[in-house]
């Protein structure tokens, strides 16, 4: 898989965030592990600690695993505004986790993120790739029920 | 009452997204037959006549902008960077646009690319528009394949081509000059300004960046005629803005009107005016490096230099309603928190100014209301530093919510419990 990954992208340094996302979204965890960290500095002829710095700067990668479902509540003064903090605390009471935690069963690792542009759909949130909006504790509910 | 004019989003909700030839049909891709019958010098001086200014937020003269380039260096290698890092809470027009007709984008950008004579163009979108990112890519290998982009553009002899890179969850990197150091495959840190990337940009070469609403409306401008976009809006900000209306009004969305409309009219005439029956309290324009108005303030023009008189911005087009109910206190500790978040560290004033500033706003209501004024002058003064100081836009933003605040709202500041 990540050999695969790593022949799509000529050794230009410029494609690493390519590859970092490419690689973090077929992971199971959702996150860029160590041994993949090895190969990517290989891959285009970098320092592990340079593919390390690009990973912690941006706040959609990581190399801690998280889960199978990562859900992302937008925290925009937006949604802050319209209820994005109850959002934060329902899911996490719901859960049983707090942000940056991952529930035990691997299912759902809960997130705070900065304004996902859904703003006329306050609040927000974002399960992997899709987004939902107009949340009210029913819709989250229903959202994690189905995702379960 | 005021009507939407639609020109970066003619097509919008009208033709399938993912059709070329609906585009095509809907005279897509007719400008850039157009431009490529022109020359360089043709394409930027219509787009200096219109009078477009830059739509991502600082407004500034899109034709000059490219002239520059444009005349940098004759023959040597350049690129056109299109900014799709739409990360200015409350924005999300450039999504529209990506989601609904991408082709409007890659369009503009053949054409931009032709007037400096680029090699080469890359689409900067964030990462977490997955969307957008599916609809570009197709829209750029649809019009691969009908040749408006690769070798010989329709026998023109121009060559050119486009990918997309993604954006990793990072609000600094909407900034132009991070945003390359991000397509390079780096840290989002901000570069020292001057060198402007016309002069050097990425991988050191001379490069355009333009936002999204900026190139979407390009092709018009070219198919009609710079003449034809002045007669529309405001004499020193011709056009349309494309503004997105979130908070407490009824109808949130985003409206493309012409420039020139009142505060007033967008939100209740658009927006449909204030939810639950409450009334008015404020607009936070431009998002959080935006600022506040009050209800004096529904008058004003919303158009780069009117606004600017009241010591106002329009900046992305982003209106944030908040009713009589809303915490204004709150408001700001919510934008002091996320500009203390995504301050990258790398220069000094902003890496402790934006956390000092959060600090003392969190603080800000235990303050004995004799002693409010100071202190809330001294955060202005720290603010002000930080504007002078810092090494890019970030650190040069909380100012302008704060001072806007103070400005407008001092006296509930002052009397809040």
Same mark, same amino acid.
């Given at each position: 898989?990540?050999?695969?990954?790593?022949?799509?992208?000529?050794?230009?340094? !410029?494609?690493?965030?390519?590859?970092?996302?490419?690689?973090?979204?077929?992971?199971?965890?959702?996150?860029?592990?160590?041994?993949?960290?090895?190969?990517?500095?290989?891959?285009?002829?970098?320092?592990?600690?340079?593919?390390?710095?690009?990973?912690?700067?941006?706040?959609?990668?990581?190399?801690?695993?998280?889960?199978?479902?990562?859900?992302?509540?937008?925290?925009?003064?937006?949604?802050?505004?319209?209820?994005?903090?109850?959002?934060?605390?329902?899911?996490?009471?719901?859960?049983?986790?707090?942000?940056?935690?991952?529930?035990? !069963?691997?299912?759902?690792?809960?997130?705070?993120?900065?304004?996902?542009?859904?703003?006329?759909?306050?609040?927000?949130?974002?399960?992997?790739?899709?987004?939902?909006?107009?949340?009210?504790?029913?819709?989250?509910?229903?959202?994690?029920?189905?995702?379960? | 009452?005021?009507?939407?004019?639609?020109? &970066?989003?003619?097509?919008?909700?009208?033709?399938?997204?993912?059709?070329?030839?609906?585009?095509?049909? &809907?005279?897509?891709?007719?400008?850039?037959?157009?431009?490529?019958?022109?020359?360089?010098?043709?394409?930027?001086? %219509?787009?200096?006549?219109?009078?477009?200014?830059?739509?991502?937020?600082?407004?500034?003269?899109?034709?000059?902008?490219?002239?520059?380039?444009?005349?940098?260096?004759?023959?040597?290698?350049?690129?056109?960077?299109?900014? $799709?890092?739409?990360?200015?809470?409350?924005?999300?027009?450039?999504?529209?646009?990506?989601?609904?007709?991408?082709?409007?984008?890659?369009?503009?950008?053949?054409?931009?690319?032709?007037?400096?004579?680029?090699?080469?163009?890359?689409?900067?979108?964030?990462?977490?528009?997955?969307?957008?990112?599916?609809?570009?890519?197709?829209?750029?290998?649809?019009?691969?394949?009908?040749?408006?982009?690769?070798?010989?553009?329709?026998?023109?002899?121009?060559?050119?081509?486009?990918?997309?890179?993604?954006?990793?969850?990072?609000?600094?990197?909407?900034?132009?000059?991070?945003?390359?150091?991000?397509?390079?495959?780096?840290?989002?840190?901000?570069?020292?300004?001057?060198?402007?990337? &016309?002069?050097?940009?990425?991988?050191?070469?001379?490069?355009?960046?333009?936002?999204?609403?900026?190139?979407?409306?390009?092709?018009?401008?070219?198919?009609?005629?710079?003449?034809?976009?002045?007669?529309?809006?405001?004499?020193?900000?011709?056009?349309?803005?494309?503004?997105?209306?979130?908070?407490?009004?009824?109808?949130?969305?985003?409206?493309?009107?012409?420039?020139?409309?009142?505060?007033?009219?967008?939100?209740?005439?658009?927006?449909?005016?204030?939810?639950?029956?409450?009334?008015?309290?404020? $607009?936070?324009?431009?998002?959080?490096?935006?600022?506040?108005?009050?209800?004096?303030?529904?008058?004003?023009?919303?158009?780069?230099?009117?606004?600017?008189?009241?010591?106002?911005?329009?900046?992305?087009?982003?209106?944030?309603?908040?009713?009589?109910?809303?915490?204004?206190?709150?408001?700001?500790?919510?934008?002091?928190?996320?500009?203390?978040? %995504?301050?990258?560290?790398?220069?000094?004033?902003?890496?402790?100014?934006?956390?000092?500033?959060?600090?003392?706003?969190?603080?800000?209501?235990?303050?004995?209301?004799?002693?409010?004024?100071?202190?809330?002058?001294?955060?202005?003064?720290?603010?002000?530093?930080?504007?002078?100081?810092?090494?890019?836009?970030?650190?040069?933003?909380?100012?302008?919510?704060?001072?806007?605040?103070?400005?407008?709202?001092?006296?509930?500041?002052?009397?809040?419990?």
């Amino acid at each position: 898989m990540v050999s695969e990954i790593l022949q799509k992208y000529p050794r230009s340094k !410029d494609y690493l965030l390519e590859i970092l996302h490419d690689l973090q979204n077929s992971s199971p965890n959702q996150n860029i592990s160590s041994e993949n960290i090895v190969e990517i500095a290989k891959h285009l002829n970098i320092t592990q600690s340079q593919v390390l710095g690009v990973i912690g700067y941006y706040s959609m990668l990581s190399n801690k695993a998280r889960s199978k479902y990562l859900i992302r509540v937008c925290n925009s003064p937006i949604c802050n505004m319209l209820g994005g903090e109850h959002t934060i605390e329902y899911i996490s009471r719901k859960l049983k986790i707090e942000l940056g935690e991952s529930t035990p !069963d691997g299912l759902f690792t809960l997130e705070e993120c900065e304004c996902l542009g859904n703003c006329a759909a306050a609040p927000s949130i974002m399960v992997n790739e899709k987004l939902y909006g107009n949340l009210t504790p029913e819709l989250i509910d229903k959202i994690l029920a189905e995702l379960k | 009452m005021v009507k939407e004019v639609r020109i &970066a989003l003619r097509n919008s909700g009208k033709i399938n997204p993912e059709s070329i030839d609906e585009y095509i049909n &809907a005279d897509g891709y007719q400008a850039l037959r157009k431009a490529l019958r022109s020359t360089p010098s043709g394409i930027y001086d %219509e787009i200096i006549d219109s009078g477009l200014r830059g739509r991502g937020g600082a407004g500034f003269p899109t034709g000059t902008k490219e002239k520059t380039t444009a005349l940098i260096c004759a023959d040597c290698e350049k690129y056109v960077v299109c900014n $799709a890092d739409e990360g200015e809470p409350g924005t999300f027009k450039d999504r529209v646009i990506m989601e609904t007709d991408p082709h409007s984008l890659v369009e503009g950008m053949i054409i931009a690319g032709f007037s400096i004579n680029a090699s080469y163009g890359y689409i900067y979108i964030r990462g977490e528009y997955s969307l957008s990112i599916s609809r570009v890519q197709k829209a750029i290998d649809q019009a691969r394949e009908k040749k408006f982009l690769g070798e010989n553009i329709l026998g023109s002899g121009y060559s050119f081509d486009i990918e997309i890179r993604r954006g990793a969850g990072s609000y600094l990197c909407g900034e132009e000059l991070t945003l390359l150091e991000s397509l390079e495959g780096k840290r989002g840190y901000p570069r020292i300004k001057p060198p402007y990337p &016309a002069e050097r940009g990425l991988w050191g070469k001379p490069t355009l960046i333009n936002n999204v609403e900026t190139l979407a409306n390009f092709a018009p401008i070219i198919l009609n005629g710079a003449v034809w976009y002045r007669s529309i809006g405001t004499e020193k900000s011709p056009g349309t803005k494309i503004f997105t209306v979130s908070g407490d009004v009824n109808n949130p969305g985003y409206y493309e009107t012409p420039t020139g409309l009142t505060l007033r009219e967008l939100i209740f005439d658009f927006g449909g005016g204030i939810k639950n029956g409450r009334t008015f309290k404020a $607009a936070l324009l431009g998002g959080a490096a935006g600022t506040f108005a009050s209800a004096q303030l529904l008058d004003v023009q919303m158009g780069y230099d009117k606004l600017k008189e009241h010591g106002l911005t329009l900046g992305s087009g982003a209106v944030i309603v908040m009713d009589e109910t809303r915490d204004l206190v709150k408001s700001l500790e919510t934008i002091m928190k996320f500009f203390k978040h %995504e301050s990258c560290g790398k220069c000094i004033p902003c890496r402790l100014g934006t956390a000092q500033i959060y600090q003392s706003i969190c603080g800000f209501s235990e303050i004995p209301v004799q002693k409010r004024e100071d202190f809330f002058k001294s955060i202005l003064k720290q603010a002000d530093l930080m504007a002078k100081t810092s090494l890019c836009p970030l650190g040069q933003s909380p100012i302008l919510p704060l001072r806007s605040i103070w400005q407008n709202f001092s006296d509930e500041l002052l009397t809040l419990k």
